[in-house]
């Protein structure tokens, strides 16, 4: 099966900055490789729902962020297409979530795969 497994996570104060990590490993039930057309970050805090926060795609390397983020986070990979990171600076108390990676598997219409989730947490 394909596993997502961030790292990073931490504590940090408002300002400073973090480095998530992604892993992919695995593969589908298929038994072929993986390969998937983008991966991305969301965050999600109790009581509310999981928001996006970026995402690449695999064709080509366009990103994207959500207007909440942009400027101040930036999503990258390497070169082998399995891991992505997501390099967080001028953090924000508002930025305190779980951070989950997804990948979005080729064929399918929306993430599918998702990971544990890492914690963010920023104080004031």
């Known amino acids: 099966q394909v596993r997502l497994e961030e790292s990073g996570g931490g504590s940090v104060q408002a300002g400073g900055s973090l480095r998530l990590s992604c892993a992919t490993s695995?593969?589908?039930?298929?038994?072929?490789?993986?390969?998937?057309?983008?991966m991305g970050w969301f965050r999600q805090t109790p009581g509310k729902e999981r928001e996006f926060v970026a995402s690449?795609?695999?064709?080509?390397?366009?990103?994207y962020y959500s207007d909440s983020v942009k400027g101040r986070f930036t999503i990258s990979r390497d070169r082998s297409l399995t891991n992505i990171y997501l390099q967080m600076n001028n953090l924000k108390p508002e930025d305190t979530a779980v951070y989950y990676c997804a990948a979005q598997q080729l064929g399918a219409t929306d993430y599918n795969h998702w990971g544990q989730g890492t914690q963010v947490t920023v104080s004031s």
């Open positions: 690449i795609r695999t064709s080509g390397g366009s990103t």
């Open positions: 695995g593969r589908p039930a298929s038994g072929r490789p993986f390969s998937h057309v983008a």
